[in-house]
Nanobody
Framework: QVQLVESGGGLVQPGGPLRLSCEAS????????MAWYRQAPGKGRELVASISSGGSTTYADSVKGRFTISRDSGKNAVFLEVNSLKPEDTAVYYCYCINKQRGANSGIQYWGKGTLVTVSS
């Protein structure tokens, strides 16, 4: 089993910065991908950004230029940095990873419990 724990959420004013952190622990062999998803009130869960084991990143169009995803492989951690929040960014942010188990070809998906980010003046 792999556990993901997010931190860094809270109440932030529009235009403000934010840094979310997520650390994976447990029976980790090889995490092939880590990502951040979010779910705004009344909306479905959507991909915000992802980073592969090779360092390739993807971003949702709505966050390009404002959000940056990074990782610390040694700590099995992933971070999401925002330089200018918008009210539309208000959501519960979830950490996600795919862990390839030793001796297996397939990976297993894991989710954190989420951290609430509220952007309001």
């Amino acid at each position: 089993q792999v556990q993901l724990v997010e931190s860094g959420g809270g109440l932030v004013q529009p235009g403000g910065p934010l840094r979310l952190s997520c650390e994976a622990s447990g029976n980790i062999f090889s995490i092939t991908l880590m990502a951040w998803y979010r779910q705004a009130p009344g909306k479905g869960r959507e991909l915000v950004a992802s980073i592969s084991s090779g360092g390739s990143t993807t971003y949702a169009d709505s966050v390009k230029g404002r959000f940056t995803i990074s990782r610390d492989s040694g700590k099995n951690a992933v971070f999401l940095e925002v330089n200018s929040l918008k009210p539309e960014d208000t959501a519960v942010y979830y950490c996600y990873c795919i862990n390839k188990q030793r001796g297996a070809n397939s990976g297993i998906q894991y989710w954190g419990k989420g951290t609430l980010v509220t952007v309001s003046s």
